[in-house]
């Protein structure tokens, strides 16, 4: 919240970068936190639901932040962004405070937490959930980003009719709560496969497509199966970390920051080097493909072997 504050004041570009990184590292932790969180206040049959909540909000986050800070570019002055956003935060702060169930510290220690760190990557299972973690946000923010060049490139759509197409997203996100009662009908690993399934469906479509119509409709496609996808391995993940929920959650939020990450720059590079934007759209269909594969190594209840 500073950290937004103090962005609003300066104009040094190293002093902006040092602090978007703290701002990052503290948002960072909202993630596992309010994840680790969850087994806490709901029994197990209503943690996937929840979960889809939470994953829906994040989600949406990333669409709806978007399409905020264009209107606020586009009607006032940018910095006032900084200024906003700050009151926000304070809301949230005080609605967490008055209406969330304090719960008392459970003596963990951090220390302990990262220590568990490296035996969370020793879990063959708990790799491959990562390895799908990394591909879904890779996929979802590449994606757009292709879409954006497209519709720019292709039909002359301006920046904030590219965000109007983006928003048209959120109805395939709103499908994120129903993967809790998907879960407790066909169980976890086949509701994450076919979810998967369903986002190379759509990036197929968007790569066969022609107009901004059915391209709409193929990226609703595509982010129904996502909105599906991440509850999902979120509840995935906790079931095979056990007792080591918070660490391996932890460590599932660093690896989906990374895939978004990386996900324009995969897209970037493909088209400066001359790939056309059907391709482009297959190679994502090709990395999703290569997550489906990996949950075919994970079983599918907390059976995970500890060797």
Known sequence: MANSLCLGFTNSLETMIVLRAIQGAAA???????????????PPSKRVGVIGCISTGLLLAGVIGQVFSG???????????????PGAYFITAALILFFLPHRPANGASVIAAFRQMPGMLRRKQLR????????????????????GNYLSDQFGLTNH?????????????????????????FKTVPVLRSALGLAVIGLILLALASNIPVMLASSVVFV??????????????????????????????????SGASIGPLLTTNLLNHGINYALTFLALAVCVVIGVIATFFIKDAALESYD
């Open 28 to 42: 960072a932790t909202f993630s596992p936190v309010a994840l680790a969180y969850v087994p806490e206040l709901f």
């Open 71 to 85: 209107l606020i570019q586009a009607h006032w002055w940018w910095h006032s962004l900084f200024f906003v956003m």
């Open 128 to 147: 491959y959930a990562y390895v799908v973690a990394a591909i879904v946000m890779l996929s979802l923010v590449g994606m757009y980003t292709a879409l």
């Open 161 to 185: 009719q590219i965000l109007d197409v983006r928003a048209v997203g959120i109805f395939g996100m709103l499908l994120s709560p129903t993967a809790g009662r998907l879960v407790k009908i």
């Open 224 to 257: 129904s199966g996502i909105a599906l996808a991440a509850p999902s391995l979120i509840s995935l993940i906790g079931e095979l970390a056990g007792n080591a929920r918070g660490p391996a959650i932890s460590i599932h939020t660093f690896v989906l920051f």
